[in-house]
């Protein structure tokens, strides 16, 4: 049939015309080029991406754990020796109240690595994400220093002079507030919740897809668990 000698015709001319090997050119060219792309892409996430993914999860970490030291010294509750604390300071004479209080900055004191590893990050944060950052630091050291004040203040207290007749009562109340965690909504956790949550806002979407999604077990599968 006459379609079937144009075929014939075409592959002949196809082939006469080195058809085969533009076409195969054209296939490894394109070939070449995707590995090339994959290639780059890989290197884009491996040197440039990768250590923001990094950096992320480090400052993220690095605010909780800036979290849990300042609720470790606000502590309402805890245990020290007064003795112990009075060999740290060389300060023979603080009273039991003044040792209690200066435990507290004890805590933050022997922290100073893990404090200064936070301050480092606040640059290094800046330059690769956002200034606005910066200020998630800031609020975070403020909270830091009114404590310490907060401390350092309520030591001045003798027996003779109170620190409402020094300060006043209201400064006496905001200074037993800063030091003293009175409840898990009061105004120092609030704000700590709330720079937390503005860190992870912006950075949890970079290392989000890197993350394990953790799954509670249901109670059919804890069973077959415990019986392995």
Do not use: H
């Amino acid at each position: 049939m006459d379609w079937y000698n144009s075929w014939d015709n075409f592959i002949i001319k196809f082939v006469e015309s080195d058809g085969i090997t533009t076409s195969i050119g054209f296939v490894l060219t394109f070939w070449g080029c995707s590995i090339a792309y994959k290639g780059l892409k890989t290197w884009r996430q491996q040197v440039i991406e990768q250590p923001k993914i990094e950096l992320a999860r480090e400052i993220v970490e690095q605010f909780y754990n800036m979290k849990d030291l300042i609720a470790r010294a606000r502590c309402p509750f805890i245990s020290f020796s007064p003795d112990e604390v009075r060999k740290y300071y060389e300060r023979k004479d603080l009273t039991d109240y003044q040792a209690g209080l200066a435990y507290r900055l004890m805590i933050l004191d022997k922290s100073f690595d893990q404090i200064q590893a936070f301050q480092k990050l606040r640059n290094k944060a800046k330059v690769v994400y956002s200034k606005e950052i910066e200020n998630c630091f800031f609020e975070i050291n403020k909270i830091l220093n009114l404590f310490k004040q907060a401390c350092k203040s309520m030591m001045e207290e003798t027996s003779t002079k109170s620190l409402a007749e020094m300060y006043g009562k209201k400064m006496q109340k905001e200074f037993s507030e800063r030091v003293y965690e009175k409840e898990e909504n009061d105004a120092t956790n609030i704000k700590i919740r709330e720079v937390i949550e503005e860190v992870e806002y912006n950075l949890k979407p970079i290392y989000k897809a890197k993350s394990i999604e953790w799954k509670k077990l249901k109670s059919e599968t804890k069973d077959k668990t415990n019986d392995q």
